[in-house]
Antibody, heavy 126, light 109 residues
Framework: QVQLQESGPGLVKPSQTLSLTCTVS??????????WSWIRQHPGKGLEWIGY???????YYNPSLKSRVTISVDTSKNQFSLKLSSVTAADTAVYYC??????????????????WGQGTLVTVSS | EIVLTQSPGTLSLSPGERATLSCRAS???????LAWYQQKPGQAPRLLIY???SRATGIPDRFSGSGSGTDFTLTISRLEPEDFAVYYC??????????FGQGTKLEIK
């Protein structure tokens, strides 16, 4: 059974960089066949996809966040990470990591998210 | 970007009743790349339906999905107490990534 777990600071100051890590257990990121994603949910609101990464390091980001987002992978630790720069209060949200149940090419992914982490709340405030 | 609009915003029903939730896309969703998720308070979303009509692993058969093109429906045939939650539709396969609907809250009447 694949499990994902987010970790990172729960409080970030405005203009700083938000950094989160997702640790995957029950399966190896480097075995391939799956893509790994970040999604966020503003308090009491809907879901917003942030981007994905493959174990090779190939990425694709939501165009609306692209200028501020970096997703990276560390296969030796079976982890992938999110960095979101120049944060404001509008970036306050629950951040989820998730597995794409199949293949992606460019901006097109052909599967939904089948496994999710439990989510971590990040608050942007001074 | 494909915009998904869900209706109604809130649906009030009683256990045992049938629930019908709608998701309309601003443009055609290719190859029926449409999924439905259930989210309960304090939990991550849970995949229910993918490919518009295929149930995910372990999902009871009272959940069914239908539709194509721009109009999709999630039906829960007989509501159980644990089905009261927020439901999101999601499209995938577009060239600009994933988008979600704004959600339908299914509440106990």
């Amino acid at each position: 059974q694949v499990q994902l777990q987010e970790s990172g600071p729960g409080l970030v100051k405005p203009s700083q960089t938000l950094s989160l890590t997702c640790t995957v257990s029950g399966g190896s990121i480097s075995s391939g066949g799956y893509y790994w994603s970040w999604i966020r949910q503003h308090p009491g609101k809907g879901l917003e996809w942030i981007g994905y990464i493959y174990y090779s390091g190939s990425t694709y980001y939501n165009p609306s966040l692209k200028s501020r987002v970096t997703i990276s992978v560390d296969t030796s630790k079976n982890q992938f990470s999110l960095k979101l720069s120049s944060v404001t209060a509008a970036d306050t949200a629950v951040y989820y990591c998730a597995r794409v149940a199949g293949y992606c090419s460019g901006g097109s992914c052909y599967s939904p998210f089948d496994y999710w982490g439990q989510g971590t709340l990040v608050t942007v405030s001074s | 970007e494909i915009v998904l609009t869900q209706s109604p915003g809130t649906l009030s029903l009683s256990p045992g009743e049938r629930a019908t939730l709608s998701c309309r896309a601003s443009q055609s969703v290719s190859s029926s790349y449409l999924a439905w998720y259930q989210q309960k308070p304090g939990q991550a979303p849970r995949l229910l339906i993918y490919g518009a009509s295929s149930r995910a692993t372990g999902i009871p058969d009272r959940f069914s999905g239908s539709g194509s093109g721009t109009d999709f429906t999630l039906t829960i045939s007989r509501l159980e107490p644990e089905d009261f939650a927020v439901y999101y539709c999601q499209q995938y396969g577009s060239s600009t990534g994933y988008t979600f609907g704004q959600g339908t809250k299914l509440e106990i009447k």
